[in-house]
């Protein structure tokens, strides 16, 4: 298919936000609710994971395994979905368009591939700006610190839904991974200095907005309000 749906799952690396590591997981169960979502406007969903799969595989879901995930780039799993996704895309050239969407609190709600301009960048968002403590509290190098202290008024954007054409999403997540790679590779030679901490958000703001200004699009055409449970939309996916 062109057109996809593409989500992550790893198991055995720690979860900040969980405060600790899937062990076992029903990954058909825990991507049901997106799964149905996206089939019912006849798209695949590509699932990345790092652990094999015992569960049959409802129509129009792909489950890849990855044999290796972590590599020398990272094993901060909001990091890694960006490396491993950028690989996958890079084996996949018939991919045109693709989604990329958090697994477990993402739906589509209205199918977005024909409004999708070949050269914009549509993320998510939240009510909240560059001063939430998911922000503040996590540790960034300094260009990054000065980026978001500069920017605190700019509202906060959330990569639980990516967008765009493949082109979009190649020249993006190319960034993100030079970024981490790089930041992986200075913390080996100068582990005292500030580096990328335990969320991605900082890090997808600041490539959003320097790199993307022009060509950026969020609000409510690409998803619901934040954590509101909006069943009736027109926003291509609900986000929590």
């Not at 049901?32 to 409802?58: C, D, M, R, W």
């Not at 977005?112 to 998911?134: K, M, R």
């Not at 582990?191 to 060509?215: I, K, S």
Request: hydrophobic fraction near 40%.
């Amino acid at each position: 298919m062109e057109n996809v749906v593409i989500t992550q799952f790893f198991t055995n690396l720690y979860n900040a936000e969980t405060k600790q590591a899937v062990k076992d997981v029903n990954i058909i169960k825990e991507t049901q609710a997106l799964q149905e979502s996206v089939a019912k406007y006849g798209i695949e969903l590509h699932t990345l994971i790092n652990f094999k799969n015992s569960f049959p595989v409802p129509e129009l879901q792909k489950i890849v395994e990855l044999d290796s995930v972590t590599n020398n780039a990272t094993d901060n799993i909001y990091l890694l979905r960006w490396v491993v996704t950028f690989d996958y895309l890079l084996k996949h050239p018939e991919i045109k368009k693709a989604a990329i969407v958090d697994a477990g609190d993402v739906e589509m709600m209205n199918y977005p591939f024909d409004e999708v301009d070949d050269q914009t960048l549509y993320i998510g968002d939240e009510n909240n700006d560059l001063s939430d403590a998911i922000i503040t509290t996590d540790s960034q190098p300094d260009y990054l610190r000065n980026f978001t202290i500069r920017n605190r008024n700019l509202e906060l954007l959330n990569p639980g839904v990516v967008i765009a054409s493949r082109d979009v999403l190649m020249e993006f997540l190319a960034i993100l991974v030079k970024l981490i790679v790089e930041d992986t590779q200075n913390k080996k030679f100068a582990p005292d200095q500030a580096h990328l901490g335990e969320y991605d958000m900082a890090l997808l703001n600041y490539v959003c907005y320097q790199m993307f200004p022009e060509r950026l699009c969020h609000g409510r055409k690409v998803c619901t309000v934040f954590q509101h449970s909006q069943t009736f939309t027109n926003s291509w996916f609900k986000h929590k």
